[in-house]
């Protein structure tokens, strides 16, 4: 079931929003060659704390943390370590989000570590700008699928590769609603966007094949053929003004 909200409900989920996002870039900024992905959690989870809010990914499903942080040819749910230390050259893929007065963001972003590698940027650069063509195309009268082929025919576009196993989702009182939201398709087909739907948009996107596999962890999901993967995302609402961007500082 789709859930519309309100405007009223729209303000409960800029605030939830506003925090997701106020934690992914204190992340952002705390990124750096020598640090541990299990410190980069807890600087997530003690601002989100301090907002009032709670981190909404730790206990979902059983997930430990309150940041899902993937290195390199990680594509998602990597799990937070005081082992894993990033170096320079990597590239990290932060996913985190945040409850607030029992609504939900959610965000990501793929952020450097020191100087990186020019096809490390490419791809980087390919998934958060399909991320925006995806966004682009979120408006109220057209179909989920102008979603999804806007943001596979972005990256098909420069030669890197989206991955099909996992998507994105509405959000709300939950953090995983109706409807799925792929990032591939045929624009015009699949449910219609309407006024009041508020949906996580997500891309993942592979330097090499599409392909992924789930480690034995039961978590960590890494691209099949060792190729870099980045991950970029946004909540955002679809009103009768076009799509608005929720989960921003
Ligand atoms: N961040 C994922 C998403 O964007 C959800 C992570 S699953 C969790 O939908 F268990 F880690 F929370
Ligand atoms: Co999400």
Same mark, same amino acid.
Request: proline share 4%; with cysteine; hydrophobic share 35%.
């Given at each position: 079931?789709?859930v519309l ?8 989920m ?7 996002? =106020? %934690? ?9 060659? +020598?640090?541990?992905t299990g410190?980069?959690? *807890?600087?997530a989870?003690?601002?989100i704390?301090?907002?009032?809010a709670?981190?909404n990914?730790?206990?979902y499903s +059983? #997930? ?9 040819n990680?594509?998602i749910? =990597?799990?937070?370590?005081n082992?894993?230390? !990033? ?7 932060v996913? !985190?989000g945040?409850a607030?007065?029992g #609504? ?13 590698s020019? &096809? %490390?940027k490419?791809l980087?650069d390919?998934?958060?700008?399909? !991320?925006?063509? +995806?966004?682009?195309a979120?408006r %109220?009268?057209? *179909?989920?699928?102008?979603?999804g082929?806007?943001?596979q025919r972005y990256?098909?576009?420069? =030669? ?8 994105g989702?509405?959000i709300?009182?939950?953090?995983h609603? %109706? /409807?799925?939201? /792929?990032n #591939? ?7 219609r966007l309407?006024? +009041?739907?508020?949906?996580?948009? &997500? /891309? ?5 094949l599409p392909?992924?596999?789930?480690l ?5 999901v890494?691209?099949?053929?060792g190729?870099?993967s980045?991950?970029? &995302? ?8 076009? /799509?608005?961007? !929720?989960?921003?500082v």
């Amino acid at each position: 079931m789709i859930v519309l909200k309100t405007s009223r409900e729209l303000i409960c989920m800029q605030k939830a929003c506003r925090i997701s996002a =106020g %934690a992914l870039k204190l992340i952002g900024e705390s990124v750096k060659s +020598g640090i541990s992905t299990g410190e980069l959690d *807890r600087i997530a989870e003690d601002y989100i704390r301090s907002q009032g809010a709670v981190p909404n990914f730790k206990g979902y499903s +059983g #997930y430990p943390a309150t940041a899902c942080i993937s290195i390199n040819n990680e594509v998602i749910h =990597g799990i937070p370590s005081n082992k894993r230390i !990033l170096k320079d050259g990597d590239i990290v893929s932060v996913d !985190l989000g945040a409850a607030y007065e029992g #609504y939900n963001g959610d965000n990501a972003a793929t952020f450097a570590v020191g100087e990186i590698s020019d &096809e %490390a940027k490419r791809l980087i650069d390919a998934t958060r700008e399909s !991320l925006y063509e +995806g966004i682009k195309a979120a408006r %109220a009268g057209g *179909r989920i699928g102008d979603i999804g082929n806007a943001i596979q025919r972005y990256v098909e576009e420069r =030669g890197f590769s989206v991955v099909r196993e996992f998507v994105g989702h509405g959000i709300g009182t939950k953090l995983h609603e %109706a /409807p799925e939201v /792929p990032n #591939y398709g045929t624009a015009g087909k699949g449910i219609r966007l309407m006024p +009041g739907m508020t949906i996580a948009i &997500e /891309p993942m996107v592979n330097s090499g094949l599409p392909g992924v596999k789930t480690l034995s962890d039961g978590w960590t999901v890494q691209t099949v053929d060792g190729s870099l993967s980045a991950h970029f &995302e946004h909540t955002v609402a679809i009103t009768t003004d076009g /799509p608005e961007i !929720l989960t921003v500082v």
